[in-house]
């Protein structure tokens, strides 16, 4: 079938840090791959995405790169800030299918 | 504003009673999603419309929910003799599909959150 893992949160970090937030996927087909960022109260906002194997999506700091080998598409940022705290999803979409499957999301906490 | 609204942002409701569930899409999109997500979980598809024909519902969109997109623009979603279950955020998403098939990228509403007591 089709899902999408990720690591559990929450992921407490300080100002400054770096970032990983692991995601893997299994697929029946060749798949888009996405990150999207809710803050509290808010909708689901798209924060990068990746269609193709090698390519590497990038915005506001954050990059992941679609890894084919090894199914995944691991979110990074060099340096976190405050108001990057949020959850992110990562999620994936096929061609033919016309919806989005979603990891169960991880929670970032940045500290001042 | 020209993003993905829904209306109202919340709603309270009594078990057993009717709701109702407003999405407005981004103005040129044809397809316009449905997705349920409660506390702790990513978002779980329901339904999808291109222009006014729904073409997939999910397994989890009980015979209680029914969704309408009567002129291919906005869309309600509808949920009879609501139940505690049913206490979550219903999310509305939109997209352009310019060719059948296409990986198209989704954009969010801010949600509809449902509390039932």
């Known amino acids: 079938g089709n899902s999408v893992t990720q690591m559990e949160g929450p992921v407490t970090l300080s100002e400054e840090a770096f970032l990983t937030i692991n995601c893997t996927y299994t697929?029946?087909?060749?798949?888009?791959l996405f990150w999207y960022v809710q803050y509290p109260g808010e909708g689901l906002q798209l924060l990068l995405k990746?269609?193709?194997?090698?390519d590497k999506g990038s915005n506001k700091g954050f990059e992941a790169t679609y890894r084919k080998e090894t199914t995944s598409f691991h979110l990074e940022k060099g340096s976190v800030q405050v108001s990057d705290s949020a959850v992110y999803f990562c999620?994936?979409?096929?061609?033919?299918?016309?919806?989005?499957?979603f990891g169960s999301g991880t929670k970032l906490n940045v500290k001042p | 504003d020209t993003g993905v609204s829904q209306d109202p942002r919340h709603k309270i409701t009594k078990r057993g009673q009717n709701v109702t569930f407003r999405c407005d899409p981004i103005?040129?999109?044809?397809?316009l999603y449905w997705y349920r997500q409660t506390l702790g979980q990513g978002p779980e598809f329901l339904t999808y419309?291109?222009?006014?024909?729904?073409?997939?519902k999910s397994r989890l969109l009980s015979d209680r929910f029914s969704a309408e997109r009567p002129k291919g623009s906005f869309s309600t979603l509808e949920i009879q003799r609501t139940e505690q279950g049913d206490s979550a955020m219903y999310l509305c998403?939109?997209?352009?599909?310019?060719?059948?098939?296409?990986?198209?990228?989704?954009?969010f509403g801010p949600g509809t959150r449902l509390l039932v007591l």
């Open positions: 999620a994936l979409t096929l061609y033919n299918f016309n919806k989005f499957y």
């Open positions: 998403a939109s997209s352009l599909a310019r060719k059948q098939g296409t990986k198209e990228t989704q954009y």
């Open positions: 103005s040129e999109h044809n397809r």
């Open positions: 419309f291109q222009n006014e024909a729904q073409l997939e």
């Open positions: 990746a269609t193709k194997a090698d």
């Open positions: 697929a029946t087909g060749y798949p888009s």
